[in-house]
């Protein structure tokens, strides 16, 4: 059996206290999580923006959001983006004049957070507002389609299946029909499948029921099914 690289113990009391996914999993899952976590945070270079240092929870808890997502995928670590540029708070882009909370930049290669608002996304688990999980969907969008070690990595069936459903279910989003996501889903289908990882792993038993052929096609491309986890929670 292969003999995963462990965390340091700081960094895994750290998913212990604050990572209510990395809790439920079993043992063996746990070390194979912390392995992943543990690749992630060293291939990354983590930046602050507006503030002197970054922590080790912040290195640890968006390393985790980031394997979250791709822990049912063959060893993804987002490699074109290998640098995680964190603001204290809200920040204001220059490129589009306007206060983000989190972006994706495939020219530069970042994952740009805001640190407040990730804590927030992670402080309600089932309000499926989480921008942790929305930003680095768009990420993992991104990184499917770039030609490197990690290009084509999600399933081309579920990922056909995945438009064919965005393209009927946004029309409803913009007309303002009663919808299980938010409007804000209905922007466009890159928004649409962020929004729907964070419904995903929020509230996935409600997701299962309210729209089920989308929920089985993200259980299909991601290889994982939180509804699954959370009925043994």
């Not at 113990?9 to 043992?27: D, H, M, T």
């Not at 912040?58 to 987002?78: C, E, H, N, R």
């Not at 289908?189 to 929920?215: G, I, M, Q």
């Amino acid at each position: 059996m292969k003999k995963h690289q462990k965390l340091p113990g700081k960094y895994q009391r750290i998913l212990q206290n604050y990572s209510s996914y990395y809790n439920l999993l079993s043992q063996e899952d746990k070390d194979k999580f912390q392995a992943r976590v543990h690749h992630f945070i060293y291939s990354k270079r983590f930046i602050p923006r507006g503030f002197s240092k970054v922590t080790d929870e912040m290195k640890v808890l968006i390393s985790a959001a980031a394997i979250q997502l791709t822990f049912g995928l063959p060893q993804v670590y987002l490699a074109h983006f290998d640098k995680i540029l964190i603001y204290p708070d809200t920040y204001y882009s220059t490129i589009n004049k306007t206060y983000h909370v989190g972006e994706v930049n495939p020219r530069m290669g970042a994952i740009i957070l805001s640190w407040k608002s990730f804590v927030d996304g992670y402080a309600d688990p089932t309000d499926s507002y989480n921008v942790g999980i929305h930003e680095l969907a768009h990420a993992i969008h991104f990184e499917n389609r770039i030609r490197n070690s990690e290009f084509d990595f999600l399933d081309a069936e579920s990922l056909y299946i995945l438009g064919k459903i965005a393209a009927a279910e946004i029309p409803k989003l913009q007309k303002g029909e009663p919808h299980f996501f938010r409007s804000y889903a209905g922007t466009n289908e890159h928004e649409f499948f962020a929004v729907a990882l964070e419904y995903f792993f929020e509230r996935p038993v409600e997701f299962r029921e309210a729209l089920p052929l989308l929920y089985k096609t993200l259980t299909r491309l991601l290889n994982q099914d939180p509804a699954k986890r959370h009925k043994l929670s």
